[in-house]
């Protein structure tokens, strides 16, 4: 039959000319499941596959770095449905219809997944993604205040599920180069991803007593007990009997209310978790400039792990 469908495997367009498919900074090929070129962004530790060779858990709208579907979908909820009789997008990502717009295709916000009258898409956020949708108040209301920010949360959400292959074996390791303890190294890479890494976030680190120096020596370090109230985007360090000045655990602020911190956070029991911490159990904070108390999360994972 003639299939004039241009939008294929993952709703993304489909050359017939060269039997390839476009992801904008990169071409798939179906016939070798494998990129035509190396992921210009140096993702992960092979740059020809796709989705990490996971596309059931993972999409890949970019060509630049893939983001776990069930993990910012499960923490706020954010299956929209496509109504093809009315051509328009409602979303429950933040309780309330925010989609109004007309939509035939994948726009960069939304991509398609599955079904049929019922279409169901999923937002794939990249940092243009963020940076457009706020501009222009449309699609999702800031996290904390901070573009640049909210970025690095969308990052660190995408991975909630990234559970490690071995002891302490993950793809933040490989991006660091190094496998250990992984809860910096997390934080480190969710930054990178923002591209504040050595701005907002001073520095690369796999070891939390250094990261916390860093925050010390720029002035953006903050003890609990001082009174700090943190704000969405923050870094919080929690302390041990092994760490008792700090630098037992590291993980991203998501909110802070009613007293209780929700995080997202990489090494909690091996996995990247959304959790919830009472503010008094956290040591201290370093500060990423983000200026809100951020959303809560309606589900968490748990109260949170600590990696040593």
């Given at each position: 039959?003639?299939?004039?469908?241009?939008?294929?495997?993952?709703?993304?367009?489909?050359?017939?000319?060269?039997?390839?498919?476009?992801?904008?900074?990169?071409?798939?090929?179906?016939?070798?499941?494998?990129?035509?070129?190396?992921?210009?962004?140096?993702?992960?530790?092979?740059?020809?596959?796709?989705?990490?060779?996971?596309?059931?858990?993972?999409?890949?709208?970019?060509?630049?770095?893939?983001?776990?579907?069930?993990?910012?979908?499960?923490?706020?909820?954010?299956?929209?449905?496509?109504?093809?009789?009315?051509?328009?997008?409602?979303?429950?990502?933040?309780?309330?219809?925010?989609?109004?717009?007309?939509?035939g295709k994948d726009d960069g916000y939304w991509s398609f997944i599955n079904g049929t009258d019922n279409k169901m898409y999923i937002w794939v956020p990249t940092r243009a993604d963020v940076e457009n949708g706020?501009?222009?108040?449309?699609?999702?209301?800031?996290?904390?205040?901070?573009?640049?920010?909210?970025?690095?949360?969308?990052?660190?959400?995408?991975?909630?599920?990234?559970?490690?292959?071995?002891?302490?074996?993950?793809?933040?390791?490989?991006?660091?180069?190094?496998?250990?303890?992984?809860?910096?190294?997390?934080?480190?890479?969710?930054?990178?991803?923002?591209?504040?890494?050595?701005?907002?976030?001073?520095?690369?680190?796999?070891?939390?007593?250094?990261?916390?120096?860093?925050?010390?020596?720029?002035?953006?370090?903050?003890?609990?007990?001082?009174?700090?109230?943190?704000?969405?985007?923050?870094?919080?360090?929690?302390?041990?009997?092994?760490?008792?000045?700090?630098?037992?655990?590291?993980?991203?602020?998501?909110?802070?209310?009613?007293?209780?911190?929700?995080?997202?956070?990489?090494?909690?029991?091996?996995?990247?978790?959304?959790?919830?911490?009472?503010?008094?159990?956290?040591?201290?904070?370093?500060?990423?400039?983000?200026?809100?108390?951020?959303?809560?999360?309606?589900?968490?994972?748990?109260?949170?792990?600590?990696?040593?």
């Amino acid at each position: 039959p003639n299939d004039t469908n241009p939008f294929r495997y993952c709703a993304e367009y489909f050359d017939a000319e060269t039997g390839n498919i476009y992801l904008r900074a990169r071409y798939y090929d179906p016939a070798t499941s494998r990129m035509l070129s190396e992921d210009p962004a140096r993702f992960g530790s092979n740059w020809y596959t796709y989705c990490g060779n996971d596309p059931i858990n993972y999409i890949d709208s970019s060509g630049l770095t893939y983001v776990r579907l069930s993990g910012i979908f499960s923490t706020y909820g954010g299956i929209g449905t496509f109504n093809s009789g009315v051509n328009q997008v409602w979303a429950d990502f933040w309780g309330y219809p925010h989609m109004g717009r007309n939509y035939g295709k994948d726009d960069g916000y939304w991509s398609f997944i599955n079904g049929t009258d019922n279409k169901m898409y999923i937002w794939v956020p990249t940092r243009a993604d963020v940076e457009n949708g706020l501009q222009n108040n449309i699609n999702m209301p800031s996290l904390s205040g901070n573009q640049n920010v909210d970025v690095m949360l969308y990052a660190a959400l995408g991975q909630r599920g990234y559970q490690e292959s071995g002891t302490n074996r993950t793809k933040f390791g490989a991006w660091y180069g190094m496998q250990d303890e992984w809860c910096a190294m997390f934080v480190s890479w969710a930054a990178n991803e923002a591209g504040i890494l050595g701005t907002a976030v001073p520095e690369k680190r796999a070891y939390v007593p250094t990261m916390m120096n860093d925050y010390k020596s720029a002035g953006r370090f903050h003890l609990r007990s001082d009174g700090y109230v943190p704000n969405a985007g923050d870094f919080f360090f929690m302390s041990s009997s092994r760490f008792p000045n700090g630098g037992s655990h590291v993980g991203i602020v998501l909110a802070y209310a009613d007293g209780y911190v929700y995080t997202v956070e990489g090494n909690s029991n091996n996995k990247v978790e959304v959790c919830k911490r009472p503010l008094s159990s956290i040591h201290s904070f370093g500060s990423n400039y983000g200026t809100s108390p951020g959303i809560v999360p309606p589900n968490i994972d748990g109260m949170g792990g600590t990696t040593r």
